[in-house]
């Protein structure tokens, strides 16, 4: 049976998701939850994943939920498809685990709650956003940029020189950051040099402008 994909199309989460997939190569149904609605807190969805999120998705009946988990998931099954995303040998395996905790406890938590502000809670709440407060919080995830600008001066990518899902799971906050006119990325040479050869993939280019299948 052909994976299914729940989500929203313009959900971070789900993109990357649906990047993963176009990565490995694996044809998807998609199967839109609106969000708008609030579909995902009806009782069928909350069945399969309780926590009433995208994205989740079956797979010929295996129901799995959280992002990140969905990407290894997928980047594991399909090792012999497609990008290698995750590293086989124990050393730069490591290192993509390590990789992949700065994305998610130091870039993430920043990314996503300037996003929130800026752009999601005006949208949901018709609230102005805070201008002192999303300068603030791009200060914050400036000072952790500087840190990834050293580290991407040694380095091609976040791991080593080969990309991985750690690099590809910054793409969603980034392209919507650039979106509201942050330059974060693009003031550090390093950084500019790494998530603009990210956002050229093709697997970003098909799933930037919201998610659709491919079966």
């Not at 299914?4 to 190569?25: F, N, W």
Request: with cysteine; proline share 6%.
């Amino acid at each position: 049976m052909v994976l299914t994909l729940y989500g929203y199309p313009r959900s971070t989460c789900t993109q990357r998701v649906a990047m993963t997939l176009h990565e490995k190569e694996v044809p998807f149904t998609f199967v839109l939850v609106d969000l708008v609605k609030g579909e995902q807190k009806a009782p069928g969805f909350l069945d399969k994943m309780p926590f009433g999120q995208v994205p989740y998705i079956d797979d010929d009946g295996f129901i799995l939920y959280e992002s990140r988990a969905i990407a290894h998931y997928l980047a594991e099954k399909y090792a012999e498809q497609g990008t290698p995303l995750i590293p086989k040998d124990l050393k730069a395996k490591a290192l993509f685990e390590q990789a992949a905790s700065i994305e998610a406890f130091n870039y993430n938590p920043t990314a996503s709650k300037a996003v929130f502000d800026k752009i999601f809670k005006p949208e949901l709440t018709g609230i102005p956003a805070d201008e002192a407060q999303f300068q603030s919080l791009m200060a914050e995830l400036g000072k952790k940029l500087d840190i990834y600008d050293q580290i991407l001066s040694k380095q091609k990518y976040l791991a080593g020189n080969q990309v991985t899902l750690a690099d590809l799971s910054h793409l969603p906050y980034a392209e919507l950051l650039s979106q509201v006119g942050a330059k974060v990325f693009e003031e550090r040479p390093n950084v500019s040099r790494w998530i603009n050869e990210l956002r050229a993939r093709p697997s970003w280019q098909a799933v930037k402008g919201g998610v659709s299948g491919t079966a």
